[in-house]
Antibody
Framework: EVQLVESGGGLVQPGGSLRLSCAAS????????MSWVRQAPGKGLEWVAN????????YYVDSIKGRITISRDNAKNSLYLQMNSLRADDTAVYYC???????????????WGQGTLVTVSS | EIVMTQSPATLSVSPGERATLSCRAS??????LAWYQQKPGQAPRLLIY???TRATGIPARFSGRGSGTEFTLTISSLQSEDFAVYYC??????????FGGGTKVEIK
């Protein structure tokens, strides 16, 4: 059974940093692109970043590019999101998802974690 | 960046009725469009990709159509478990992948 379990969320002060993790199981992690998607309270979905199978290709949404880094450790079946210089508007549930790739694009597919809440507040 | 616009924001439908949701792209995304369903407190679920291909395990009452800039998701006969928020997402021009603002399907 495919499982994705996020962790690392919590309360952080503005300007602080946080590293989110996503532990994958039930599939060959190193064979898949992976994404992070976030959802602010009561708002819609926003794709944040994705990464290819060996970590050599990474893509980010412009609005937070430069403040975040996506990475992975295939030996540990884990995906990460390092977030720096956090702002109040980064407050959201952060989901990891296994990507589905077709037609030269990769996007969140059928497997998502339950999400981890990041709250940026003083 | 391609902007995705969904309408209506809220759709009130009785169980057993048909629901039709719309999604418009600010420029052509060909057929590179996905639909997701999200229930309160849950992660999104992929319903449709390629504008009209159902994802694994998705019931046949969900259907998608369209190409270019205009897309629809139809739920042929609403079941109680279908009341949720639905999002479209384009993957033609990325990054970034962009979602629409969502349509909430509520019980009439």
């Amino acid at each position: 059974e495919v499982q994705l379990v996020e962790s690392g969320g919590g309360l952080v002060q503005p300007g602080g940093s946080l590293r989110l993790s996503c532990a994958a199981s039930g599939f060959t992690f190193s064979s898949y692109w992976m994404s992070w998607v976030r959802q602010a309270p009561g708002k819609g979905l926003e794709w944040v970043a994705n990464i290819n199978q060996d970590g050599s290709d990474k893509y980010y949404v412009d609005s937070i590019k430069g403040r975040i880094t996506i990475s992975r450790d295939n030996a540990k079946n884990s995906l990460y999101l390092q977030m720096n210089s956090l702002r109040a508007d980064d407050t959201a549930v952060y989901y990891c998802a296994r990507d589905y790739c077709t037609n030269g694009a990769c996007f969140p597919g059928s497997y998502w974690g339950q999400g981890t809440l990041v709250t940026v507040s003083s | 960046e391609i902007v995705m616009t969904q309408s209506p924001a809220t759709l009130s439908v009785s169980p057993g009725e048909r629901a039709t949701l719309s999604c418009r792209a600010s420029q052509s995304v060909r057929s590179n469009l996905a639909w997701y369903q999200q229930k309160p407190g849950q992660a999104p679920r992929l319903l449709i990709y390629g504008a009209s291909t159902r994802a694994t395990g998705i019931p046949a009452r969900f259907s998608g159509r369209g190409s270019g800039t205009e897309f629809t998701l139809t739920i042929s006969s609403l079941q109680s478990e279908d009341f949720a928020v639905y999002y479209c997402q384009q993957y033609n021009n990325w990054p970034p992948l962009t979602f629409g603002g969502g349509t909430k399907v509520e019980i009439k």
